[in-house]
């Protein structure tokens, strides 16, 4: 059974740094690309950013809204992803995802999500 | 950007009711479209991937169609436990999006 768990979240000032983990069990962690997906308080889904798998060399895409200040990385040895948030703003206020990608028909999605860790940006 | 319009936004149905979600796309995403179930408090679940196709486990009262820019999913027989808000998100190009999401209450 695949099992996603982030964890690092919570209360930061504007303008802080904060780092997420995500932990999968469950399936061949290496072989998948991998999302970080979130939600404001009573707001819709907004996706943050993926990284690729080691065929394609870790490499990363981000939503604009977060480019230049987040970065994903991973550690397959570790089976494990995370979530280098910097210059924390309040809209960065949301619960945080890590999702799991599955591969069809030519391209990569969002497939099964985490229980999600909630970051609160507020001074 | 992909700019992915659902609608209705909210909708009001009794159980046993049959209903419709529609996503539509701002350009041509051929059939790069999941559709999610989110519970209150709960992380979302896929139901459908590449416009159509099953998640496994996922009954068959839950059916996605549609290709290019105009997606539907229905579900039939509407059951308690489907009463919650359905996203649909397109992985055709980045940066991924999704729409904004159809509250589905009981009336």
């Known amino acids: 059974e695949v099992q996603l768990v982030e964890s690092g979240g919570g209360l930061v000032q504007p303008g802080g740094s904060l780092r997420l983990s995500c932990a999968g069990s469950?399936?061949?962690?290496?072989?998948?690309?991998m999302d970080w997906v979130r939600q404001a308080p009573g707001k819709g889904l907004e996706w943050v950013g993926r990284t690729r798998n080691k065929a394609y060399s870790y490499t990363t895409e981000y939503a604009a809204s977060v480019k230049g200040r987040f970065s994903i990385s991973r550690d397959d040895s570790k089976n494990s992803m995370y979530l280098q948030m910097n210059s924390l703003k309040t809209e960065d206020t949301a619960v945080y995802y890590c999702?799991?990608?599955?591969?069809?028909?030519?391209?990569?999605?969002?497939?099964?999500w985490g229980q999600g860790t909630l970051v609160t940006v507020s001074s | 950007d992909i700019q992915m319009t659902q609608s209705p936004s909210s909708l009001s149905a009794s159980v046993g009711d049959r209903v419709t979600i529609t996503c539509r796309a701002s350009q041509d995403i051929s059939n790069y479209l999941v559709w999610f179930q989110q519970k209150p408090g709960k992380a979302p679940k896929s139901l459908i991937y590449?416009?159509?196709s099953l998640q496994s486990g996922v009954p068959s009262k839950f059916r996605g169609s549609g290709s290019g820019t105009d997606f539907t999913l229905s579900i039939s027989s509407l059951q308690p436990e489907d009463f919650a808000t359905y996203y649909c998100q397109h992985y055709n190009s980045y940066p991924l999006t999704f729409g904004g999401g159809t509250k589905v209450e009981i009336k």
């Open positions: 999702a799991l990608c599955s591969y069809s028909g030519g391209n990569w999605y969002t497939d099964s």
């Open positions: 469950g399936f061949t962690f290496s072989d998948h690309y």
């Open positions: 590449a416009a159509s």
